[in-house]
């Protein structure tokens, strides 16, 4: 797409695209899918997008139970934002209940178990990726997992709960569960996090997802914008989500895009993570966590490689499928791309408000 194009006439085709998705009750993506569809309205002026948002959020929640496995990833901050904003009584007690029972889970280390049998995720890898004997066998039965994407899930959700009132303690919860993940899931070679974790085997599967950065360092970022400033752990929090920015500064290719393992490049291109990252380096300074004179060269890049990635029609190309997860690191270079999915939409609404944002504090 011309950079040059009109940024409301790209928005509005990226965000009609986006409405177009068939999203469930819950999947992977919907939260940042959702995020974006509330951007595009303030981006556009157009209350389209967060009426479509508040409706079906109205809608789950009247018929909200029984729960579902998949509602760890059901958009709770994003509902929040739509309780802040309309005060519908319903909605909000929707929120609050769904919170209660995803605090319930099993906890490792104060982090939630994503699956109690991680066979929801695991699959034979793509690619003609060949699997040891001791991983063939694993993978008939791995057990429980904790996963990096959930770091968008349950904490941002948590801390914006506590900024509407619903207590302090769900404040002190996302501070646990976001520094839980760091704990399982860092990697201290290159500094990224790994996908995910199986309690059967005590390690870690696959460092340097790109997206999966992209999950964590919003998660780590929405968990500081909407606590107190003086909530205990928000310093810590900040200061992790500074130095996982700044080890993907370090990995950013000079087109502004990365590789689907930021530090493999054999892994290929992958396009969501520049639209993940130029959100989280663009909001990063927004709220004060990031210094502008560090980051915005960063930003611009990222955002400037999420435009060249973008087609005329406002589909973000060369963004991969649903990983799922495999416990072969080659797996991940092989993950079909150009899927026109909530993960890649979302995240350029998403990176479009926030260097609005940006740009409206430089004036």
């Not at 950065?213 to 998660?219: E, K, M, R, Y």
């Not at 396009?271 to 004060?288: E, L, V």
Request: charged share 25%.
């Amino acid at each position: 797409m011309d950079q040059h194009h009109d940024p409301h006439d790209m928005a509005r085709g990226i965000a009609d695209r986006l409405l177009e998705h068939q999203f469930q009750c819950w999947f992977y993506g919907d939260s940042i899918g959702f995020e974006g569809l509330i951007a595009a309205s303030d981006l556009l002026g157009d209350p389209t997008y967060r009426s479509f948002s508040h409706g079906f959020f109205r809608a789950w929640a009247t018929r909200r139970q029984p729960y579902q496995p998949d509602d760890n990833t059901a958009p709770g901050h994003v509902m929040c934002a739509v309780v802040g904003e309309t005060g519908d009584a319903v909605l909000r007690a929707g929120v609050i209940d769904l919170a209660k029972h995803l605090l319930a889970r099993r906890k490792i280390d104060g982090v939630s178990v994503t699956f109690e049998d991680t066979l929801r995720s695991l699959r034979e890898p793509y690619g003609d990726v060949r699997m040891t004997s001791e991983e063939a066998v694993l993978l008939g039965d791995p057990g429980a997992g904790i996963y990096l994407d959930c770091m968008h899930f349950d904490p941002p959700f948590f801390a914006h709960l506590s900024e509407l009132g619903a207590g302090t303690e769900w404040a002190d919860a996302a501070v646990r569960e976001i520094l839980g993940y760091r704990s399982l899931l860092l990697d201290p070679e290159t500094g990224l996090y790994c996908h995910f974790w199986l309690e059967k085997t005590g390690r870690v599967y696959t460092r340097g997802w790109g997206r999966g950065q992209g999950w964590a360092l919003l998660g780590l970022l929405d968990v500081v914008a909407h606590l107190r400033t003086d909530a205990a752990g928000r310093s810590d929090v900040a200061e992790e989500a500074l130095r996982l920015a700044r080890r993907m500064v370090d990995y950013q290719l000079a087109d502004g895009n990365w590789h689907a393992l930021v530090h493999e490049p054999r892994s290929g291109p992958e396009a969501s993570t520049a639209a993940f990252m130029a959100t989280a380096f663009y909001r990063g300074i927004a709220i004060g966590v990031f210094d502008p004179r560090e980051f915005r060269e960063a930003a611009d890049k990222a955002y400037a490689a999420m435009i060249g990635n973008l087609d005329a029609d406002g589909n973000l190309m060369g963004v991969t499928a649903a990983v799922y997860s495999a416990l072969v690191e080659e797996h991940y270079w092989y993950v079909p791309t150009n899927q026109i999915v909530p993960w890649g939409q979302g995240p350029a609404l998403t990176a479009m408000a926030a260097r609005k944002n940006v740009l409206q504090l430089d004036d």
